[in-house]
């Protein structure tokens, strides 16, 4: 008997296939899609927000600027490429002319406007922005019509699609952050199953990294072979049902679980749960929409730190598993291993592959090697297109804006040791 949970699972994963693979045909399709759901999501924000501003914080941008920066990047590495028929080999730097919007790239240029002038900047009204983004797309698709439909000359098309993608994500993000209503229910979470098993992986070696076909990012390449301990992963990630002993044993107010940047953490931002929860009258209940209303147990637990999911572990005398192991579990063991109801938070620091050479589009990997750890999977707010076993997500381990979680690993026997010491 097919399970219809497992079926939808195993659609949205050859979705993600699919688009780093797509022909000019599909990625028209799915460009326009990904379109649909990007300004969507900017008109629900701009109506909940009725003018008022989007604070300034790091985690933020405003949401008209996130819309222009949209259309921005898939005109500049498409429209006004030269060199979008080279794909990564394509020179960053190759003089580009001007696009829809003169003067854009003093707007929009993610890696030469600052963050915080974004909020000062004469960006286009609403209407001026939608336009450019029409005309942007409508000349994407005239150039798409015209690819050799090679790898390389579909490079840019792909990216471009998974940009918006994550862009879409991000609004997701803000709007929770924000407690705005978000009452689509593709993008909310689901109640997990109960059970939840250990599975077994066996010493031995393992190949990561994508192969030359089809699109990758650049973090991603770099094909090598890793030799892997033997372990037992949780078959899924923690529910709140789980994670909640933790709080209520006061794991926040007490320091040993937690590593020196957690215990500084802690100290910094003095939480006494995890961000969108709160204890009333005896009972947890979850922000949602701006409203507080009952938590339910079963849901993932989510907006977890880093932090928060090491220390977790440090108390259950459990470990976060490596993005080795985890790939390998979600490759090999497909029908128990069940991902993508949040990012998981993972054992691995940000580094590039062995051999890594970073694509034309230099701002997206090389500049955060080294400085935040690397989640695995995706989340209720992904993207399906995004759904991949092979993307490395990566974010600062103090984030818990982030849809991400974790699931954990047995200790070995050094470590077991270790603890009770």
């Known amino acids: 008997m097919h399970h219809p949970e497992v079926n939808a699972k195993s659609v949205i994963r050859q979705t993600a296939h699919a688009a780093r693979h797509a022909t000019a045909v ?15 999501a900017f008109a629900a924000i701009e109506r909940s927000l009725e003018d008022r501003p989007v604070p300034q914080r790091a985690t933020l941008n405003p949401p008209l600027w996130e819309l222009g920066h949209i259309g921005w990047f898939q005109e500049f590495w498409i429209g006004r490429n030269p060199e979008r028929r080279l794909g990564a080999c394509a020179d960053p730097e190759a003089p580009r002319r001007d696009g829809v919007r003169t003067g854009a790239d003093a707007l929009y240029d993610s890696g030469r406007v600052a963050h915080a002038s974004r909020w000062s900047l004469a960006l286009p009204d609403a209407a001026g ?43 997701q993000y803000m709007a929770h952050s924000l407690g705005l209503p978000r009452d689509e229910r593709r993008w909310r979470a689901q109640p997990l199953a109960d059970a939840c098993t250990q599975i077994a992986l066996e010493a031995g070696p393992r190949r990561l990294g994508s192969g030359s076909e089809g699109f990758a990012f650049d973090n991603e390449q770099g094909e090598h072979t890793v030799t892997l301990p033997a372990t037992e992963i949780d078959s899924r990630v923690l529910r709140w049902a789980e994670y909640l002993p933790f709080v209520e044993a006061g794991g926040h107010a007490q320091p040993g679980w937690w590593s020196p940047a957690g215990r500084a953490w802690l100290a910094a931002q003095r939480p006494v749960a995890p961000r969108y929860l709160r204890r009333d009258d005896g009972a ?30 440090r108390w259950a005398g459990r470990r976060l598993p490596t993005e ?12 128990a291993f069940a991902w993508g109801e949040v990012w998981e938070w993972t054992a691995s620091e940000f580094t590039p592959y062995p051999g890594f050479v970073a694509h034309p589009y230099r701002d997206y990997s090389a500049p955060w090697f080294g400085t935040r750890p690397v989640l695995r999977g995706a989340s209720f707010m992904t993207q399906p297109r995004l759904r991949h076993p092979r993307y490395r997500n ?28």
Do not use: I, K
């Open 129 to 171: 922005t939608r336009a450019d983004l029409a005309a942007q797309l409508d000349a994407t698709l005239s150039l798409l019509g015209e690819a050799a439909g090679d790898d390389a000359s579909l490079y840019f098309f792909r990216l471009a699609l998974l940009h918006e993608d994550m862009h879409h994500e991000a609004a």
């Open 284 to 313: 947890w209940q979850q922000s949602n929409g701006g409203h507080w209303r009952a938590l339910d147990l079963a849901l993932p637990a989510c907006h977890l730190t880093f932090f928060e999911a090491e220390a977790w572990c």
């Open 324 to 335: 080795a192991q985890w790939e390998r579990a979600a490759l090999e063991r497909p029908e």
């Open 26 to 40: 599909g990625l028209a399709a799915e460009l326009q899609a990904s379109r649909a759901d990007t300004l969507a």
């Open 394 to 421: 990566f974010f600062m381990a103090d984030r818990n804006d982030v849809a991400a979680g974790f699931r954990t690993c047995r200790l070995s026997v050094a470590q077991a040791s270790s603890a009770l010491r």
